[in-house]
């Protein structure tokens, strides 16, 4: 099965930037999307960001003008540009990718994880 690894997490101050990285491995039917999610202490995961392979893309509001996903198709991986940091960004960070066998039919896979930690 499909295996993902996230990195780039870490500490910044408010107002600094940060890269997180997602690659895809072991692949066998085409991944159709690519996407982050966060959880941060005592909430619910929550769709930060998603991308299509033919680029249609989505944020939620909150990272709106702040965060830019990107994709390498051929590559299988998948980058997040986290500028502008604010404490409440700070959660975990995960990777999202569906593998599509089929249309709309497939089978989805998750990273383990990414700190992302802003301090005021």
């Known amino acids: 099965q499909v295996q993902v690894v996230e990195s780039g997490g870490g500490l910044v101050q408010a107002g600094g930037s940060l890269r997180l990285s997602c690659e895809a491995s072991?692949?066998?039917?085409?991944?159709?999307?690519m996407g982050w999610h966060r959880q941060a202490p005592g909430k619910e995961r929550e769709l930060v960001a998603y991308i299509h392979d033919d680029g249609t893309l989505k944020y939620v509001d909150s990272v709106k003008g702040r965060f830019t996903i990107s994709r390498d198709n051929a590559k299988n991986t998948c980058d997040l540009q986290m500028d502008s940091l604010k404490p409440e960004d700070t959660a975990v960070y995960y990777c999202n990718v569906f593998e599509s066998v089929q249309g709309d039919w497939g089978y989805n896979f998750w990273g383990q994880g990414t700190q992302v930690t802003v301090s005021s």
């Open positions: 072991n692949v066998r039917f085409g991944i159709k999307t």
